[in-house]
């Protein structure tokens, strides 16, 4: 079992590439290091919107135990050390996936 965390952010006029350039160097390190996968992300340039998954193995009670663990982090703290807000709004949930079969 796994438990899947959807965001979804608006990102700051202007701010679009770098956000996606820290995102690139950063995440790929620290949320896997903390037992997350990342499981997708995507960009929509037009309307500054970026949207990614990360899961976790284990139910919704063990995921947010994780995230509460990451939030506290030294190395999450260390990617977000000196790094302007580039995020106007933030849309976060935890997510059920349905299979789909033909």
């Known amino acids: 079992m796994k438990t899947t965390q959807l965001r979804r952010y608006t990102l700051v006029e202007g701010e679009y590439d770098a956000f996606v350039a820290w995102f690139q160097q950063w995440m790929p390190r620290v949320r896997p290091a903390a037992g997350f996968t990342i499981e997708f992300a995507y960009g929509i340039r037009e309307t500054n919107e970026f949207v990614w998954a ?17 939030l506290a982090s030294d190395a999450r703290a260390e990617a977000f050390a000196g790094v302007p807000q580039r995020i106007v709004e933030y849309n976060i949930r935890l997510v059920t996936e349905y299979p789909t079969t033909a």
């Open 54 to 70: 990360v899961s976790a193995e284990g139910d919704e009670e063990a995921f947010l135990a994780l995230e509460q663990e990451y």
